[in-house]
């Protein structure tokens, strides 16, 4: 007896389903990796300045302090800044014009970048004078102070390599930067633990960030190496239809108009939740608070790495299927996107609730008091994974189809107006439930509002009418980039449902 119609159609929605999944865990499976790698790397590095320099409470405090600040000035706008880059590679090798237009993109980003390290170099000059004023201890300004100059040295290094990852993610490859974290990681180890060790070089806590200055040109050797050797040179940087006007006013603004939005949203979330770490330098103790803050802190990042990988991916896919007029694959995108990102979470926070004891004896094995505010304050990390995954799981969603204008609301809303309120009132004010969880609360509040923003933005999407970065709608590109099919590596699934598409 022959399958019935609907049978038949359920048969192709699976077959569709798994094979985008598959594609989906192709492209995140490295940039999740690469992302554990350089976070794992330099918790990894915090852990021994516990181990080796934590005696001195201020020490460790400026080794994170001081790695928190030298994100917000430094690392945070270099990858801001390059996350336009996303959007336009991404729909560009959905329209078959990789080849022609990401030398350009490229060419414009590394023209804001120029600008943007002045920036950070006056930040980080009179970093001490600005930490003093937010209130933090004078020792652990000047230590934090003197962690950030030494880690500018290596800001270029790592901005450049981003941004060349950043390219060859529209283009799914996602696999160099995963190659050279793997690299420039076992080096930062390495060397931190010849900086640190006390029979070697002992340097404290400052060989920390010379090992990150040493990892961020290896990082950036690598990449460079790959482009050159695997001849992707032409679809990176070298332009087959140079535009002379790439390096002009109004092309670098034509950039800026699409990359701030994404820019800021991710300014936003980094920044306040860096930002809270000031906020624990003003609780009662603050140097316990701000040991055990830092804890958390830096195992959480660790995991977060899971939905920047995710979020990746998803942009990259997103934007081809725009830029190839496929915006219908979308929809099914975003719901194996968010399983993916749920389950993770799951496993995630029921995991280290159940370590907590030995997540907070693994940073500072020597300190009972940091030891128990982090096993008070855990829960404030098991709540936050979740949402920052949903949140960041949809703004890859929003990124491919140019959405960030909309999304940035949110997470404006929720950090400025709820999470730093809150985690002031709860945390500062309150001590409730415990000074450092208080903060925490803040936290929390603010990614669930972000998140059900972007949830209540992305369901509002029309993918039938969602248009590139070009201004072109699905329809008016679908004639131009039907014949491109075959440059898009589809699989054979895929494509034979594909062809049964009215």
């Known amino acids: 007896m022959a399958p019935s119609h609907t049978e038949q159609d359920f048969g192709k929605q699976v077959v569709a389903s798994r094979s985008q999944a598959r594609e989906l865990w192709s492209l995140t499976w490295p940039a999740m990796l690469r992302n554990y790698l350089v976070c794992g790397g330099n918790t990894f590095c915090v852990a021994l300045v516990g181990w080796w320099d934590g005696a001195n409470v201020a020490h460790y405090d400026g080794a994170g302090l001081g790695k928190m600040y030298s994100n917000i000035t430094g690392l945070s706008i270099g990858i801001g800044l390059s996350m336009g880059l996303a959007t336009f590679c991404s729909q560009a090798y959905g329209a078959g014009r990789g080849n022609i237009e990401n030398a350009v993109h490229l060419r414009r980003c590394s023209i804001t970048l120029v600008f943007a390290f002045l920036l950070t170099t006056v930040l980080t000059v009179f970093a001490k004078q600005l930490l003093l004023l937010l209130g933090q201890p004078p020792e652990v300004a ?210 280290l609730w159940l370590c907590r004891t030995e997540v907070a004896v693994l940073f500072t094995p020597n300190d009972r008091r940091v030891v128990e505010v982090v096993e008070q304050s855990i829960m404030g990390i098991c709540l936050s994974i979740p949402t920052y995954g949903a949140l960041m799981t949809l703004y890859g969603v929003c990124r491919g189809a140019s959405l960030q204008s909309s999304a940035v609301y949110g997470t404006c809303i929720g950090y400025c107006i709820i999470g730093f309120p809150a985690a002031w009132l709860c945390g500062k004010h309150l001590g409730w439930p415990t000074p450092l969880m208080g903060v925490w609360v803040g936290n929390v509040a603010a990614l669930v509002f972000a998140a059900t923003w972007v949830i209540i933005l992305v369901l509002r999407v029309d993918w039938d009418q969602i248009s590139s970065v070009n201004g072109k709608s699905s329809d008016q590109m679908r004639d131009a980039s039907a014949p491109l099919l075959d440059n898009q590596h589809q699989d054979e699934d895929l494509l034979a449902l594909e062809e049964g598409q009215p």
């Open 142 to 351: 000047e230590t934090s102070a003197y962690f950030a100059q030494v880690q500018l040295i290596g800001l270029p290094a790592v901005w450049i390599a981003t941004a060349i990852q950043t390219v060859l993610d529209g283009i799914h490859r996602t696999r160099p930067g995963f190659y050279g974290c793997v690299v420039a990681t076992a080096a930062q180890i390495l060397a931190c633990w010849v900086f640190l060790h006390p029979a070697l070089l002992n340097w404290g806590y400052i060989g920390m960030a010379w090992s990150t200055v040493l990892s961020n040109f290896i990082q950036l050797f690598i990449m460079v190496l790959y482009v050159v050797t695997q001849g992707l040179d032409k679809e990176v940087w070298l332009s087959t239809d140079a535009e002379e006007e790439s390096a002009t006013f109004a092309g670098v603004l034509d950039f800026l108009i699409v990359t701030l939005p994404s820019a800021a949203m991710m300014w936003m979330e980094w920044w306040s939740f860096e930002g809270l770490t000031m906020l624990v330098g003003l609780l009662p103790n603050a140097t316990v608070n701000l040991a055990a803050h830092s804890t958390l802190f830096n195992t959480v990042v660790v995991f977060y790495m899971t939905y920047t990988g995710l979020s990746t991916a998803v942009c990259s896919l997103v934007g081809r299927n725009i830029g190839a007029a496929d915006s219908w694959r979308n929809r099914r995108l975003v719901v194996l996107s968010l399983g993916l990102c749920f389950s993770v979470s799951a496993l995630v926070s029921t995991s």
